[in-house]
């Protein structure tokens, strides 16, 4: 073989040399000037011509000013081999400032689109981290900055994506256009790829929120989180991460990656299903877990009251104005929601209230509270439960949890027909369910949106209607057929003069309002009820045992029930008066709804938590209170 000629390995060396970038051409620049400058002045020197007999060092300062500025070389005088040497370094100057200009002008456009890309490290502390990208970020992100608001230094939170950081930037401005004092920083990269994480500073992170992606979102989450647990450069104190799974046989290998971390992950699909199961039977109660929920009203707190060691629970319930007791959290750790009113509150325990904020948790001091007894109602005793009948229009993975838990709350000989274009449903349902206690089910195969079909199913002569969305579409898709099943709903049960409840789950919260026309009694917005609970989780871990608590239909839950129960309609009541009548059931008050704002999206939909406790308001026999009781 041929061994390769000097001009060729020099244009090897130099191809080398010039691929290094920026930095490395700007010093070949520097090393070229210095190389042409000294040359001359040495040449002008060693021939005799340098003027005034200036020395070297002079010399070179001479032709650095004239390779700066061309225009400086129109002031020379001398021999005529000096006039030379100037015009060779000018021209040399030329070159070398114009190579620069064009090194630097490239190498800040280089550096700009790196930034774009969003690939530089982000060096903040104490920051929630959210890793993916879906539709539910814009609500997080909304309740991380309501909960950022009472911190006076601001807050960050950084997102770390597979998609342009441009792109990113951009949706949540025109979704979420006010981030108050919360900083957003977004940065592309794989949440699963362990050099990406590194970018997103996951080891100074407060918490750590995973959203599902992709067609396997169980999978996504999995490799997100053993990333974060499993990374050789972790830090040594445990991560909090929040997230959800849908497959309940994913439950188990999620904390088990995360032994030595909090990882918190939501039962989606588990969870959803319970609000509908329980929403379907008591219309509003999804707004009541909203409310729970979200940052923007009030919210769950901790707080230890050595005031109260020794008081009874019941006793208790009165001890606040403007914070409502749910519950005792005891000194080993455990939940009691609502419990017995004679259970006592021992040194130890904190107790968990209802509040606009923390500062505003304060006993009332009252030394007599003004309770009107002439307006306490006795009546209202459980009436025997009667067998009901169910319709599900629409299928996704909740239903069959949807029906196990129905199975729970409805009578003996209760029945539930399932109606979907899904192949071959039947026999997954009853594979899914198995043996019933309370209901049989009966599955029809159709389009749940055509008039036709829904004349025929009689669906006024149901007590409940469920629509669920299709999650296998996309969420405007899903959410259209909704919409069209709803209207047509509507239009049968005003034509026959035959209300019955209809509860809706919907995939986009923006599509609600529209929704609204078909004067729905309930909408469940399953991926929005779920982002606020891993926001929630997300600032306050401690939260994770109370709403299990809430959710499981073993034990206390929450109910609406008629206020005319509690206290006497028509007149003005407080509501410590509505808490004792509740407390004499066994039951803790939550506060109440009143049906004359129940389609005003202004005033919560009429949903009033944690009122204050002296203001009087006069209910009527349509409005319900709002109560923590055992099922």
Same mark, same amino acid.
């Given at each position: 073989?041929?061994?390769?000629?000097?001009?060729?390995?020099?244009?090897?060396?130099?191809? $080398?040399?010039?691929?290094?970038?920026?930095?490395?051409?700007?010093?070949?620049?520097?090393?070229?000037?210095?190389?042409?400058?000294?040359?001359?002045?040495?040449?002008?020197?060693?021939?005799?011509?340098?003027?005034?007999?200036?020395?070297?060092? &002079?010399?070179?300062?001479?032709?650095?000013?004239?390779?700066?500025?061309?225009?400086?070389?129109?002031?020379?005088?001398?021999?005529?081999?000096?006039?030379?040497?100037?015009?060779?370094?000018?021209?040399?100057?030329?070159?070398?400032?114009?190579?620069?200009?064009?090194?630097? $002008?490239?190498?800040?456009?280089?550096?700009?689109?790196?930034?774009?890309?969003?690939?530089?490290?982000?060096?903040?502390?104490? *920051?929630?981290?959210?890793?993916?990208?879906?539709?539910?970020?814009?609500?997080?992100?909304?309740?991380?900055?309501?909960?950022?608001?009472?911190?006076?230094?601001?807050?960050?939170?950084?997102?770390?994506?597979?998609?342009?950081?441009?792109?990113?930037?951009?949706?949540? *401005?025109?979704?979420?256009?006010?981030?108050?004092?919360?900083?957003?920083?977004?940065?592309?990269?794989?949440?699963?790829?362990?050099?990406?994480?590194?970018?997103?500073?996951?080891?100074?992170?407060?918490?750590?929120?995973?959203?599902?992606?992709?067609?396997?979102?169980?999978?996504?989450?999995?490799?997100?989180?053993?990333?974060?647990?499993?990374?050789?450069?972790?830090?040594?104190?445990?991560?909090?991460?929040?997230?959800?799974?849908?497959?309940?046989?994913?439950?188990?290998?999620?904390?088990?990656?995360?032994?030595?971390?909090?990882? &918190?992950?939501?039962?989606?699909?588990?969870?959803?299903?319970?609000?509908?199961? &329980?929403?379907?039977?008591?219309?509003?109660?999804?707004?009541?877990?909203?409310?729970?929920?979200?940052?923007?009203?009030?919210?769950?707190?901790?707080?230890?009251?050595?005031?109260?060691?020794?008081?009874?629970?019941?006793?208790?319930?009165?001890?606040?104005?403007?914070?409502t007791l749910m519950g005792i959290r005891k000194a080993d750790g455990s939940i009691a929601l609502s419990p017995s009113m004679d259970t006592r509150i021992q040194s130890g325990d904190q107790v968990f209230v209802l509040s606009a904020d923390e500062d505003k948790i304060n006993l009332s001091g009252l030394s007599r509270i003004p309770l009107d007894e002439s307006l306490i109602q006795i009546s209202g005793k459980a009436s025997r439960p009667k067998p009901e009948r169910a319709l599900i229009l629409g299928w996704n993975r909740s239903?069959?949890?949807?029906?196990?838990?129905?199975?729970?709350?409805?009578?003996?000989?209760?029945?539930?027909?399932?109606?979907?274009?899904?192949?071959?449903?039947?026999?997954?349902?009853?594979?899914? $369910?198995?043996?019933?206690?309370?209901?049989?089910?009966?599955?029809?195969?159709?389009?749940?949106?055509?008039?036709?079909?829904?004349?025929?199913?009689?669906?006024?002569?149901?007590?409940?209607?469920?629509?669920?969305?299709y999650s296998h579409l996309g969420q405007q898709e899903a959410d259209a057929i909704t919409l069209i099943t709803l209207l047509h709903l509507r239009d049968i049960a005003e034509r026959d003069e035959t209300p019955f409840s209809i509860i809706s789950e919907m995939l986009d919260l923006r599509n609600r309002e529209l929704a609204e026309a078909a004067k729905v009694d309930d909408f469940i917005v399953s991926e929005h009820l779920i982002s606020l609970m891993m926001a929630q989780l997300s600032e306050n871990a401690e939260l994770m045992?109370?709403?299990?608590?809430?959710?499981?239909?073993?034990?206390?839950?929450?109910?609406?029930?008629?206020?005319?129960?509690?206290?006497?309609?028509? &007149?003005?009541?407080?509501?410590?008066?509505?808490?004792?009548?509740?407390?004499?059931?066994?039951?803790?008050?939550?506060?109440?709804?009143?049906?004359?704002?129940?389609?005003?999206?202004?005033?919560?939909?009429?949903? *009033?938590?944690?009122?204050?406790?002296?203001?009087?308001?006069?209910?009527?026999?349509?409005?319900?209170?709002?109560?923590?009781?055992?099922?």
């Amino acid at each position: 073989m041929k061994s390769p000629t000097i001009k060729k390995r020099f244009q090897y060396w130099f191809d $080398n040399y010039m691929s290094r970038g920026t930095g490395a051409l700007i010093t070949a620049l520097f090393m070229l000037s210095g190389l042409i400058i000294f040359t001359v002045a040495a040449l002008v020197k060693i021939t005799g011509n340098a003027p005034d007999d200036m020395s070297l060092l &002079q010399l070179a300062w001479m032709a650095l000013l004239r390779t700066l500025d061309s225009g400086t070389m129109g002031g020379d005088t001398g021999s005529f081999f000096f006039l030379f040497m100037m015009l060779v370094v000018t021209f040399g100057g030329i070159f070398v400032v114009s190579a620069l200009i064009g090194i630097i $002008n490239n190498g800040l456009e280089d550096k700009f689109d790196e930034l774009r890309k969003g690939r530089s490290a982000v060096l903040e502390n104490d *920051h929630t981290l959210i890793l993916g990208w879906t539709p539910q970020i814009f609500t997080v992100i909304s309740e991380l900055v309501l909960a950022n608001e009472s911190r006076k230094s601001g807050a960050v939170i950084v997102i770390l994506a597979d998609h342009d950081k441009v792109g990113m930037e951009d949706a949540i *401005h025109e979704r979420v256009p006010d981030t108050k004092n919360t900083r957003v920083i977004c940065r592309s990269g794989s949440p699963n790829d362990l050099t990406d994480l590194e970018i997103a500073s996951p080891h100074t992170a407060r918490s750590i929120i995973v959203l599902p992606e992709g067609a396997d979102p169980d999978t996504h989450v999995i490799k997100s989180v053993l990333a974060l647990t499993n990374n050789p450069n972790r830090r040594a104190e445990p991560y909090h991460i929040v997230t959800q799974i849908h497959d309940p046989r994913n439950l188990d290998v999620v904390k088990m990656i995360g032994t030595k971390d909090l990882v &918190q992950p939501i039962l989606a699909n588990d969870l959803i299903a319970r609000v509908v199961a &329980q929403t379907s039977r008591q219309s509003g109660l999804s707004l009541v877990y909203t409310e729970l929920m979200n940052f923007g009203g009030d919210e769950i707190y901790f707080k230890q009251e050595p005031a109260l060691s020794g008081k009874t629970f019941g006793d208790a319930l009165h001890a606040y104005e403007t914070s409502t007791l749910m519950g005792i959290r005891k000194a080993d750790g455990s939940i009691a929601l609502s419990p017995s009113m004679d259970t006592r509150i021992q040194s130890g325990d904190q107790v968990f209230v209802l509040s606009a904020d923390e500062d505003k948790i304060n006993l009332s001091g009252l030394s007599r509270i003004p309770l009107d007894e002439s307006l306490i109602q006795i009546s209202g005793k459980a009436s025997r439960p009667k067998p009901e009948r169910a319709l599900i229009l629409g299928w996704n993975r909740s239903g069959s949890t949807i029906i196990r838990e129905l199975d729970n709350y409805v009578a003996k000989g209760s029945q539930i027909t399932v109606v979907s274009d899904i192949v071959n449903l039947e026999k997954n349902i009853r594979l899914d $369910n198995g043996k019933l206690k309370n209901q049989k089910i009966a599955v029809r195969e159709g389009n749940i949106h055509d008039r036709a079909l829904l004349e025929k199913l009689g669906a006024s002569e149901y007590d409940h209607v469920i629509v669920l969305a299709y999650s296998h579409l996309g969420q405007q898709e899903a959410d259209a057929i909704t919409l069209i099943t709803l209207l047509h709903l509507r239009d049968i049960a005003e034509r026959d003069e035959t209300p019955f409840s209809i509860i809706s789950e919907m995939l986009d919260l923006r599509n609600r309002e529209l929704a609204e026309a078909a004067k729905v009694d309930d909408f469940i917005v399953s991926e929005h009820l779920i982002s606020l609970m891993m926001a929630q989780l997300s600032e306050n871990a401690e939260l994770m045992d109370v709403f299990t608590d809430i959710f499981d239909p073993e034990g206390a839950e929450i109910y609406l029930k008629p206020i005319s129960d509690y206290v006497a309609t028509g &007149q003005p009541v407080n509501f410590y008066t509505v808490t004792e009548a509740a407390r004499r059931r066994s039951e803790t008050a939550l506060g109440y709804r009143l049906m004359s704002e129940s389609h005003d999206s202004e005033k919560a939909y009429g949903v *009033h938590t944690n009122p204050k406790k002296s203001e009087k308001v006069s209910f009527t026999s349509e409005d319900k209170v709002i109560v923590i009781a055992e099922g």
